[in-house]
């Protein structure tokens, strides 16, 4: 059973739709379906946004996201999605 995504996480989610730039969120969904992390390179073959959209929009949605927990970095620097803020992702595109 999954646990429950708690409401503060899907009023993030709403609002990351709705008040980020598109960019952002579609970075944020890239992220969100992979489960964990992703380089720049498969970032930019997920999205379809220049190397540069994605460094610059990756690190806005870092910033705003408030970096850890929500927002991580492997070992290699790659961003990756606490996974309850990626299911709310992933189950908010979904409806």
Same mark, same amino acid.
């Given at each position: 059973?999954?646990?429950?995504?708690?409401?503060? @996480?899907?009023?993030? @989610?709403?609002?990351?739709?709705?008040? /980020?730039?598109?960019?952002? /969120?579609?970075?944020?969904?890239?992220?969100?379906?992979?489960? *964990?992390?992703?380089?720049?390179?498969?970032? @930019? %073959? %997920? =999205? *379809? /946004?220049?190397?540069? =959209?994605?460094?610059?929009? =990756? *690190?806005?949605?870092?910033?705003?996201?408030?970096?850890?927990?929500?927002?991580?970095?492997? %070992? +290699?620097?790659?961003?990756?999605?606490?996974?309850?803020?990626?299911?709310?992702?992933?189950?908010?595109? +979904?409806?």
């Amino acid at each position: 059973m999954t646990e429950e995504i708690p409401d503060e @996480v899907a009023a993030l @989610v709403d609002k990351m739709a709705s008040e /980020y730039v598109q960019s952002e /969120y579609e970075i944020a969904e890239a992220l969100a379906d992979a489960e *964990g992390p992703l380089t720049l390179d498969e970032l @930019v %073959e %997920e =999205t *379809g /946004y220049t190397e540069r =959209t994605v460094e610059k929009r =990756t *690190g806005t949605l870092e910033d705003r996201l408030g970096g850890e927990p929500l927002f991580q970095r492997d %070992e +290699d620097g790659n961003p990756m999605l606490h996974p309850v803020l990626a299911r709310a992702i992933r189950d908010g595109t +979904d409806e």
